[in-house]
């Protein structure tokens, strides 16, 4: 076990929807990271939230956002859902040491899928 | 783009010692190599890192060449509970420490 919970575990809405995921990272942890895994392919970079604030963005569209909260817990939020955004959503979360060294530690993801 | 180039895939006999191989040529004297693995629609479970010397931990071993371009985790007694996508990452610690995936090793023990 990570200590990095996510909910839910599953998730089915309807294209032009909205959705927030949560995320709950191991105490301590001032980083999360949240990555979008379609099927068969690896996880991909969605963002990284450092001390609440944005510390990074990968190849996603303003309509994904999320927010960090004191208390270890995370956000991300889909805006006009698509199509091709079913797929499982992964945070995790790590110390924020901005080093190699740094291990992410893995939720269990949410799966969404869009009608 | 992955800075790794893995297997697509691999069998191992329960019991055995997987070895799975990933080069990764173009890694800087500061980028460390990870080992994640994920079971079928779980998250990737963290496995072992580093930088240039060999490591061990209770899950496996990591074998990194001297000129750093490939690498090798072995796990030493491959269980049935080891199938899983493996992934070899490099990385990527600037502003942004983010771990680029690719497809991964698709490791198959069977009995």
């Known amino acids: 076990e990570t200590g990095v919970t996510q909910s839910p575990t599953h998730l089915i809405k309807t294209r032009g929807q909205q959705v927030t995921l949560r995320c709950s990272s191991q105490?301590?942890?001032?980083?999360v990271s949240w990555y979008q895994q379609a099927l068969g392919q690896g996880p991909q970079f969605i963002f990284q939230?450092?001390?609440?604030?944005?510390?990074g963005r990968g190849n996603f569209p303003p309509r994904f956002s999320g927010l960090q909260f004191p208390n270890y817990s995370s956000e991300l939020n889909v805006n006009a859902l698509e199509l091709d955004d079913s797929a499982l959503y992964l945070c995790?979360?790590?110390?924020?040491?901005?080093?190699?060294?740094?291990?992410?530690?893995f939720g269990p993801g949410t799966r969404l899928t869009v009608l | 783009d992955a800075k790794t180039t893995q297997p697509t895939s691999m069998d191992c006999a329960e019991g055995r010692a997987a070895n799975l191989p990933c080069n990764h040529s173009?890694?800087?004297?500061?980028?460390?190599v990870y080992w994640y693995r994920q079971i079928h629609s779980q998250g990737p479970q963290y496995i072992i890192h580093?930088?240039?010397n060999n490591e061990t931990n209770e899950m496996a071993s990591l074998i990194i060449t001297e000129d750093r371009k490939s690498s090798t985790l072995i796990l030493p007694h491959a269980t049935l509970r080891d199938t899983a996508v493996y992934y070899c990452?490099?990385?990527?610690?600037?502003?942004?420490?983010?771990?680029?995936f690719g497809t991964g090793t698709r490791l198959q023990v069977f009995p």
């Open positions: 995790a979360s790590s110390l924020g040491l901005a080093r190699s060294t740094d291990t992410q530690y």
């Open positions: 939230y450092y001390r609440e604030e944005e510390n």
């Open positions: 105490s301590g942890h001032n980083t």
């Open positions: 580093g930088l240039k």
């Open positions: 173009t890694i800087s004297g500061n980028e460390y």
């Open positions: 990452i490099v990385r990527v610690a600037r502003n942004t420490d983010k771990l680029i």
